[in-house]
């Protein structure tokens, strides 16, 4: 799975569920909040104050 910006919490957690590690690092500790499913990967980054790109480089390794 390619994630992008506009991939939203809820797809990632259930298609990659591994990859939490990688949001919970970056200090998204909501993952499992049922607003959060519905956020896309861009609006939880602008949310917590985090670069975009460098967190999507980390989650496409």
């Known amino acids: 799975m390619k994630i992008e910006r506009t991939t ?3 797809e990632i957690m259930e298609e990659c569920p ?3 590690e990688v949001l919970l690092s970056y200090g ?3 993952l499992g909040c049922p607003a ?3 956020e896309t990967i861009e609006e939880a ?3 917590h ?3 975009v ?3 999507l480089i ?3 390794k």
């Open 8 to 10: 939203q919490i809820g």
């Open 18 to 20: 591994e990859k939490a």
């Open 28 to 30: 998204m500790h909501c």
């Open 36 to 38: 959060s499913q519905m």
């Open 45 to 47: 980054c602008e949310v």
């Open 49 to 51: 104050g985090i670069d």
């Open 53 to 55: 790109e460098e967190v």
């Open 58 to 60: 980390e989650l496409n």
